[in-house]
């Protein structure tokens, strides 16, 4: 078992306060502002949660699309994934929907073989599973 942890820091109320996220476990990332505004708008140099969440989700993604390539004979040259978070306060504040959007390259592998191992994938992930029954989620995977 591993266990990651973040710490936020939240000052004020949500419309004008402010927090700070801090990466404890690794220190990785340096602690990163963030306000309620920003989340809602434009980031202006500021994160959210939302975005934290693409991230993690683009990772985790990748990791085991690549993985599963891996083992069935077709290690991948290249993944790039994008995680594309949407936050509405349409009934109520909550993610509705991650995009995944995939383009590989992966020598000697079809593509149907390939669509079949990023479906497989996007549902392995951890961190679609951690999501899914609450939050849609899309994939739009490609070679190139």
Known sequence: MV????????????????????FDSSGAIPPVDMTFPRRAGEP?????PDELIAAAH?????MGL???????????ERI?????????????PHISRIALHVRATV?????????????????????SKLVSGNTEITLDAALQ
């Open 66 to 76: 690549s993985s599963a390539l891996s083992n069935n004979g077709h290690p991948p």
């Open 3 to 22: 266990e990651r942890k973040a710490t936020n820091v939240w000052q004020g109320d949500l419309k004008e306060g402010s927090g700070k996220t801090s």
């Open 107 to 127: 020598p000697g592998i079809s593509s149907d073989d390939f669509l079949e191992a990023a479906a497989a994938a996007k549902d392995g992930c951890p961190v």
């Open 80 to 92: 790039e994934t994008s995680a594309e978070v949407t936050f509405t306060t349409e009934g109520g």
């Open 44 to 48: 202006e140099g500021y994160t959210s």
């Open 58 to 62: 683009a990772t985790c993604y990748n």
